[in-house]
């Protein structure tokens, strides 16, 4: 071996000491105390000693996991995954393994941020670098097979910095385990000296066959008197799994301001819902396991974990009491040495499922959670869900009927007029709601869950999905078809209904109705309101009285002195109306909970007007084929006058051509990925009308790509005639070009001052703006008139066809909007139009009228121009001063 070789040989396996040495020494420091280190013997191939780990429920770690300033971030589910490398090796300790491995922790978060700019041919292009929002750790230490205990080191590189840090872990039994066996619990610490992040605390809650239930026993739960639903072995755990979400708390009134009534341990903090979600359940037996989360919302938020507001526990269904009962468990911060983190097992649960509902008790869930040290007084817990698994069993016990029916003035119904069937989709709302001064104050969204003694049978939520639908989502009339005809009942039916209102974020606050002010402590929000009364199929009359849930300090109650009155529209009207309404207090002025009257405006869009506008939408792409085909062929004969007449391109404006062109291109540009990728969101579902709406979409834009190569190539025909000659060209192009300006200045304005005297609603610019810009297309033969008045000539530039053909294709989309305004609803649920869209231009009565009279008046002004020069339609003295100055140069140079 020569000498060079030694000294590299020598120099590695110093290194290799050195390194070894300082994790022996890393480890001793960190993990003898709960796995002392003991000497390899061989190697080991058997996989299944081998511990695993994933789980999304950890700590956040403080400065580990923090958010930069000055990033965006995108929220997605966080993970903490553990993987050994499966050349590990036994030790002379038994049951002891030396093992190495990788943690990796997916933030919930992740970033875009600039890397640097990097130049190429032409210019450059700007890098974005999207953050993966994760951590790698590699990891050496040692497993404990018989006291399921795992203690490894290591260091990760994280912002330029290594991080070194121990992990510690206690992993579930694996023969019998009980409540307190039954996690993995641990944590990852920082080793740096000051540490650089707080310590990790993870767990996780596996399925584990072999669980022993042991601490659910009918003793400690009392007695049950009230009458509840039975549950079979497949509902328990169907419950378990989805029901049990959003759990709400009712406090005690004493509990106001009290330390005694919240289950968390702190200064009197009361959360407003109990999440539980199901670990493992056990069919045959009705048994399960659960992890339940104290929080402020209803939504919940799987990737949040705190061990302060989180418990785990046993549950088990009672066949004689028909009620799951449970018992919770508090989690400890996992410590050094590992040892039990599930302790004060004190905290009692019950739930049932109430057989009888009233407009009070419209709860499909309820029970209690106590503790029995009396550590906090009991509280109430309550579920409204409308997937209840034994919904088909409830009964619901009308109260409020008869005071509902005396609320309202019956009205005689009208001969030859039809109102939709109470089990119809055509019985729920999306509401307006305004004050007496007509001012926006809510919105609310209202569905019927009872009609009679059944359940509403379509209050799935379909409502609220078609309100926040795309534009172009039109297949939902396919998917609320009938397989069997509504049978419409003339005679009055009971109804209930839920009413969510929600209050609007824009406009003056104070306009806000007080209906809303009890509930905005907790609220995102809302309000919701639980009504029922009598619905009578014969004049669409709709009385009801309501129950509001509101909130006061953390306490629920209920205000019942609401009524409420509908009258909805003929369901067999060709066109759509307007279902009116009022929503009152029965209180007294004085009292603090009486609001002033609201009216209720909501647009009746039943099944048949859906389908009628599918007519329409098929209707109108076939009429824009059509206009963009006429626009192809007009465009081809003003080619073909140009090519026939070699001295006229000259005289055509290109400031004309440019406004056309871009008429053509925005639609193009706006629908790019619809032309070539084709758009993954739009439905090719075959509709009543028997198109596809996509595939006529495509050809629309076909269609159109070809006019607008039609248009290029005759502005590449005008353009090449005025190099030679720009004679009035930049005149006439300032002038149309300060006009635009002072117009879009105009329509700036007059937005400032609708937007200014205009309260709960804003008027949006681009709108505005979008709109002139129609206005300008239908105005396209200003350039034109312009340059034929600065240039004086009478020469046929524009052939007849062209602009006569071209101002009609202008013409028809008013004529049109018209019709559409007395054949189709006024307004349609997420209208979609493909021809004379009202966004796009200027679309009313009076401008249905004052714009075609426009661009007839200019297309005759361009028509007398080329008869008899461009200077015809001035004043005699104004033209002959035009002529006089222009000679005035000749004259001179002479």
Same mark, same amino acid.
């Given at each position: 071996?020569?000498?060079?070789?030694?000294?590299?040989?020598?120099?590695?396996?110093?290194?290799?000491?050195?390194?070894?040495?300082?994790?022996?020494?890393?480890?001793?420091?960190?993990?003898?105390?709960?796995?002392?280190?003991?000497?390899?013997?061989?190697?080991?191939?058997?996989?299944?000693?081998?511990?695993?780990?994933?789980?999304?429920?950890?700590?956040?770690?403080?400065?580990?996991?923090?958010?930069?300033?000055?990033?965006?971030?995108?929220?997605?589910?966080?993970?903490?995954?553990?993987?050994?490398?499966?050349?590990?090796?036994?030790?002379? +300790?038994?049951?002891?393994?030396?093992?190495?491995?990788?943690?990796?922790?997916?933030?919930?978060?992740?970033?875009?941020?600039?890397?640097?700019?990097?130049?190429?041919?032409?210019?450059?292009?700007?890098?974005?670098?999207?953050?993966?929002?994760?951590?790698?750790?590699?990891?050496?230490?040692?497993?404990?097979?018989?006291?399921?205990?795992? !203690?490894?080191?290591?260091? /990760?590189?994280?912002?330029?910095?290594?991080?070194?840090?121990?992990?510690?872990?206690?992993?579930?039994?694996?023969?019998?385990?009980?409540?307190?066996?039954?996690?993995?619990?641990?944590?990852? %610490?920082?080793?740096?000296?000051?540490?650089? &992040?707080?310590?990790?605390?993870? &767990?996780? &809650?596996?399925?584990?066959? %072999?669980?022993?239930?042991? @601490?659910?026993?009918?003793?400690?739960?009392?007695?049950?008197?009230?009458?509840?639903?039975?549950?079979? /072995?497949?509902?328990?755990?169907?419950?378990?799994?989805?029901?049990?979400?959003?759990?709400?708390?009712?406090?005690? /009134?004493? !509990?106001?301001?009290?330390?005694?009534?919240?289950?968390?341990?702190?200064?009197?903090?009361?959360? =407003?819902?109990?999440?539980?979600?199901?670990?493992?359940?056990?069919?045959?037996?009705?048994?399960?396991?659960?992890?339940?989360?104290?929080?402020?919302?209803?939504?919940?938020?799987?990737?949040?974990?705190?061990? =302060?507001?989180?418990?785990?526990?046993?549950?088990?269904?009672?066949?004689?009491?028909?009620?799951?009962?449970?018992?919770?468990?508090?989690?400890?911060?996992?410590?050094?040495?590992?040892?039990?983190?599930?302790?004060?097992? *004190?905290?009692?649960?019950?739930?049932?499922?109430?057989?009888?509902?009233?407009?009070?008790?419209?709860?499909?869930?309820?029970?209690?959670?106590?503790?029995?040290?009396?550590?906090?007084?009991?509280?109430?817990?309550?579920?409204?869900?409308?997937?209840?698994?034994? %919904?088909?069993?409830?009964?619901?016990?009308? *109260?409020?009927?008869?005071?509902?029916?005396?609320? !309202?003035?019956?009205?005689? /119904?009208?001969?030859?007029? $039809?109102?939709?069937?109470?089990?119809?989709?055509?019985?729920?709302?999306?509401?307006?709601?305004?004050?007496?001064?007509?001012?926006? $104050? +809510?919105?609310?969204?209202?569905?019927?869950?009872?009609?009679?003694?059944?359940?509403?049978?379509?209050?799935?939520?379909?409502?609220? &999905?078609?309100?926040?639908?795309?534009?172009?989502?039109?297949?939902?009339?396919?998917?609320?078809?009938?397989?069997?005809?509504?049978?419409?009942?003339?005679?009055?039916?009971?109804?209930?209904?839920?009413?969510?209102?929600?209050?609007?974020?824009?406009?003056?606050?104070?306009?806000?109705?007080?209906?809303?002010?009890?509930?905005?402590?907790?609220?995102?929000?809302?309000?919701?309101?639980?009504?029922?009364?009598?619905?009578?199929?014969?004049?669409?009359?709709?009385?009801?009285?309501?129950?509001?849930?509101?909130?006061?300090?953390?306490?629920?109650?209920?205000?019942?002195?609401?009524?409420?009155?509908?009258?909805?529209?003929?369901?067999?009207?060709?066109?759509?109306?307007?279902?009116?309404?009022?929503?009152?207090? #029965?209180?007294?002025?004085?009292?603090? @909970?009486?609001?002033?009257?609201?009216?209720?405006?909501?647009?009746?869009?039943?099944?048949?007007?859906?389908?009628?506008?599918?007519?329409?939408?098929?209707?109108?792409?076939?009429?824009?084929?059509?206009?963009?085909? @006429?626009?192809?062929?007009?465009?081809?004969?003003?080619?073909?006058?140009?090519?026939?007449?070699?001295? $006229?391109?000259?005289?055509?404006?290109?400031?004309?051509?440019?406004?056309?062109?871009?008429?053509?291109?925005?639609?193009?540009?706006?629908?790019?990925?619809?032309?070539?990728?084709?758009?993954?969101?739009?439905?090719?579902?075959?509709?009543?009308?028997?198109?596809?709406?996509?595939?006529? %979409?495509?050809?629309?834009?076909?269609?159109?790509?070809?006019? @607008?190569?039609?248009?290029?190539?005759?502005?590449?025909?005008?353009?090449?005639?005025?190099?030679?000659?720009?004679?009035?060209?930049?005149?006439?192009?300032?002038?149309?070009?300060?006009?635009?300006?002072?117009?879009?200045?105009?329509?700036?304005?007059?937005?400032?001052?609708?937007?200014?005297?205009?309260?709960?609603?804003?008027?949006?610019?681009?709108?505005?703006?979008?709109?002139?810009?129609?206005?300008?297309?239908?105005?396209?033969?200003?350039?034109?008139?312009?340059?034929?008045?600065? =240039?004086?000539?009478?020469?046929?530039?524009?052939?007849?066809?062209?602009?006569?053909? #071209?101002?009609?294709?202008?013409?028809?989309?008013?004529?049109?909007?018209?019709?559409?305004?007395?054949?189709?609803?006024?307004?349609?649920?997420?209208?979609?139009?493909?021809?004379?869209?009202?966004?796009?231009?200027?679309?009313?009565?009076?401008?249905?009228?004052?714009?075609?009279?426009?661009?007839?008046?200019?297309? $005759?002004?361009?028509?007398?121009?080329?008869?008899?020069?461009?200077?015809?339609?001035?004043?005699?003295?104004?033209?002959?001063?035009?002529?006089?100055?222009?000679?005035?140069?000749?004259?001179?140079?002479?």
């Amino acid at each position: 071996m020569s000498f060079r070789s030694f000294s590299c040989f020598f120099l590695l396996a110093s290194i290799f000491s050195f390194s070894k040495s300082e994790n022996d020494d890393s480890y001793a420091k960190h993990c003898s105390s709960l796995l002392r280190p003991s000497h390899i013997t061989h190697r080991s191939y058997d996989d299944d000693s081998l511990p695993s780990l994933s789980t999304p429920y950890f700590t956040d770690g403080g400065n580990l996991l923090r958010m930069e300033p000055g990033r965006r971030y995108y929220y997605r589910q966080k993970n903490l995954n553990l993987r050994l490398l499966p050349n590990y090796y036994q030790t002379t +300790a038994s049951g002891l393994y030396k093992v190495q491995g990788f943690l990796y922790i997916r933030f919930p978060y992740s970033s875009d941020h600039d890397d640097h700019t990097n130049y190429s041919y032409g210019g450059y292009n700007r890098r974005r670098n999207r953050s993966n929002g994760s951590l790698k750790f590699p990891l050496s230490g040692f497993w404990s097979k018989i006291s399921r205990k795992l !203690c490894m080191i290591g260091s /990760a590189r994280w912002r330029g910095v290594d991080r070194d840090a121990v992990l510690k872990l206690k992993f579930a039994d694996e023969e019998n385990p009980t409540i307190n066996s039954s996690l993995v619990s641990g944590s990852l %610490e920082s080793t740096n000296d000051p540490p650089y &992040f707080s310590p990790i605390l993870i &767990f996780y &809650f596996p399925q584990i066959p %072999e669980y022993k239930y042991s @601490l659910v026993t009918k003793q400690v739960f009392p007695r049950q008197k009230d009458e509840s639903l039975s549950m079979g /072995a497949l509902e328990f755990c169907s419950f378990m799994r989805r029901e049990m979400r959003a759990l709400e708390l009712e406090y005690a /009134a004493e !509990c106001r301001g009290s330390h005694r009534c919240s289950p968390l341990d702190g200064d009197g903090y009361l959360p =407003r819902f109990l999440s539980v979600t199901s670990i493992q359940c056990v069919e045959g037996s009705k048994k399960a396991r659960f992890m339940a989360k104290f929080v402020n919302s209803s939504y919940n938020d799987y990737n949040s974990f705190d061990t =302060r507001s989180t418990v785990i526990g046993e549950a088990s269904w009672d066949d004689e009491s028909n009620r799951m009962m449970g018992v919770a468990c508090r989690i400890l911060n996992p410590s050094l040495p590992l040892g039990e983190v599930v302790v004060n097992c *004190t905290m009692r649960l019950i739930i049932s499922h109430p057989s009888v509902l009233t407009i009070r008790n419209d709860a499909k869930v309820v029970g209690q959670i106590w503790s029995s040290d009396s550590h906090f007084q009991q509280i109430q817990i309550s579920s409204s869900d409308e997937r209840a698994s034994t %919904e088909q069993r409830y009964e619901y016990k009308y *109260t409020e009927v008869d005071k509902a029916s005396k609320s !309202c003035t019956k009205k005689e /119904a009208k001969k030859g007029d $039809v109102y939709p069937d109470p089990q119809s989709y055509d019985m729920r709302f999306d509401i307006n709601i305004k004050n007496k001064k007509g001012q926006e $104050v +809510a919105w609310a969204s209202a569905t019927p869950t009872w009609v009679g003694n059944a359940s509403y049978q379509h209050g799935d939520g379909w409502g609220g &999905f078609l309100a926040m639908a795309p534009a172009g989502a039109v297949s939902y009339v396919e998917s609320t078809a009938v397989t069997q005809p509504l049978q419409i009942q003339n005679t009055p039916t009971n109804m209930t209904y839920k009413i969510r209102i929600n209050p609007q974020y824009f406009g003056n606050s104070s306009n806000q109705s007080t209906i809303l002010s009890p509930s905005l402590e907790w609220a995102v929000g809302g309000v919701e309101i639980t009504a029922e009364g009598v619905y009578d199929a014969a004049n669409g009359q709709l009385c009801m009285v309501g129950c509001r849930k509101l909130v006061n300090k953390s306490i629920i109650f209920k205000d019942c002195d609401v009524l409420l009155e509908l009258q909805l529209p003929p369901s067999n009207r060709e066109r759509g109306c307007l279902t009116k309404g009022v929503i009152k207090s #029965t209180r007294t002025g004085k009292d603090p @909970l009486h609001f002033d009257d609201l009216i209720l405006q909501t647009f009746a869009y039943y099944r048949g007007e859906a389908e009628r506008s599918i007519w329409r939408m098929d209707l109108e792409i076939a009429m824009v084929l059509v206009s963009n085909t @006429l626009a192809c062929i007009f465009l081809a004969l003003q080619i073909f006058h140009l090519k026939k007449n070699p001295e $006229v391109p000259s005289s055509v404006s290109l400031v004309m051509l440019v406004v056309l062109s871009v008429g053509h291109m925005i639609p193009l540009v706006l629908n790019f990925e619809a032309v070539f990728l084709g758009s993954r969101d739009k439905s090719t579902l075959e509709l009543g009308s028997g198109g596809r709406l996509e595939a006529n %979409e495509i050809a629309v834009r076909v269609i159109t790509m070809v006019a @607008l190569l039609l248009q290029l190539r005759l502005f590449q025909i005008v353009w090449t005639a005025k190099q030679s000659s720009w004679h009035g060209e930049k005149k006439a192009g300032f002038g149309s070009l300060l006009m635009y300006i002072l117009g879009a200045l105009l329509t700036l304005i007059i937005n400032w001052m609708r937007n200014s005297y205009t309260i709960g609603w804003r008027y949006s610019v681009w709108g505005d703006i979008r709109s002139y810009a129609g206005l300008i297309l239908d105005g396209f033969l200003v350039p034109q008139i312009l340059l034929n008045v600065v =240039r004086g000539s009478a020469e046929k530039a524009l052939s007849h066809p062209f602009y006569i053909g #071209t101002s009609a294709v202008r013409l028809v989309p008013h004529a049109y909007n018209q019709y559409r305004a007395h054949n189709y609803p006024k307004f349609e649920l997420n209208a979609t139009y493909y021809y004379a869209n009202p966004a796009a231009d200027m679309y009313s009565t009076a401008w249905d009228i004052i714009i075609p009279c426009g661009v007839i008046a200019l297309a $005759v002004v361009v028509f007398v121009q080329q008869r008899h020069g461009g200077r015809c339609i001035l004043p005699k003295r104004v033209s002959r001063g035009l002529e006089m100055y222009e000679k005035v140069p000749t004259a001179e140079n002479q």
